[in-house]
Nanobody, 125 residues
């Protein structure tokens, strides 16, 4: 019902910032929690940050907290992931995911039902 499309990835230098966008095709985010995951090559998919659309409650993974912000644009039905002070270790495929909003924000990839195709972020030295 909801299809997710990521954008904003690319090649950046270490120390720079990048903002990723997650858009929905065919539905709104009002009843969902939106999460950003990243999957470096050969590693498991882990949550970077998530936001509950209806309340703007946010959750940040331990490795990301303090280095960026997840935010929502209700007027345009978008979720942003602002990443600052990028490091080479941030190189990964970044994916947007959605799950039905519940009492708690999902912290695991298997809790999310819908996924975008992913956008590549490459950080060079």
């Amino acid at each position: 019902q909801v299809q997710l499309i990521e954008s904003g990835g690319g090649l950046v230098q270490a120390g720079e910032s990048l903002r990723l966008s997650c858009a929905s095709s065919g539905g709104t985010f009002r009843a969902y929690t939106i999460g950003w995951f990243r999957q470096p090559p050969g590693q498991e998919r882990k949550l970077v940050a998530a936001i509950r659309w209806s309340t703007n409650e946010t959750y940040y993974g331990d490795s990301f907290e303090g280095r960026g912000t997840i935010s929502s644009d209700h007027a345009n039905n978008l979720v942003y992931l602002q990443m600052n002070s990028l490091k080479s270790d941030d190189t990964a495929v970044y994916l947007c995911a959605a799950m039905p909003a519940g009492f708690r924000i999902g912290r695991w990839h298997f809790e999310y039902d819908y996924w975008g195709q992913g956008t590549q972020v490459t950080v060079s030295a």
